[in-house]
């Protein structure tokens, strides 16, 4: 099985790409690889290049991606030592949700109303659309 690599370079949070993407997650702490960060390098660039004209549905695919994973891991206590895994997955749960329902928005107002009310595609619906020819109905 391959490895991935976790890098996350805060100063290049300014352009798109791998570590903006990393930083909109919360998922920065890459110093101990696989322990300490969700996500390769290799998953984020994947994401991106199946979405390369929409930030939202790449980070989308990620956040299911994540809800998927991490959705079986359960509070632990042992001690004094508490640990909260679940609360990490609740809140990219709760991140998937809303913009899964942004997305959702944008998709259904860009594609059926058009950008500026200028449709690019024919109306699905039409004047006399009911009609049926073969009544005699015209």
């Not at 300014?14 to 919360?26: A, Q, S």
């Amino acid at each position: 099985m391959a490895k991935g690599t976790y890098i996350y370079e805060p100063e290049n949070v300014i352009n798109p790409g791998k570590d903006r993407m990393r930083f909109e997650l919360g998922d920065t702490m890459t110093e101990g690889g696989a322990d300490t960060a969700a996500l390769t390098d290799e998953e984020i660039q994947a994401a991106l290049a199946v979405h390369p004209k929409s930030w939202k549905r790449a980070k989308l695919m990620l956040l299911e991606s994540l809800c998927r994973r991490f959705a079986y891991e359960a509070d632990t206590k042992t001690g004094p030592l508490s640990l909260s895994l679940g609360e990490r997955a609740k809140r990219w749960k709760e991140d998937y949700q809303a913009l899964k329902k942004e997305v959702s928005a944008e998709s259904i107002s860009g594609l059926s109303i058009g950008i500026n009310g200028t449709d690019k595609k024919p109306s699905y619906f039409y004047a006399g659309m009911h009609r049926n020819e073969r009544a005699g109905e015209i």
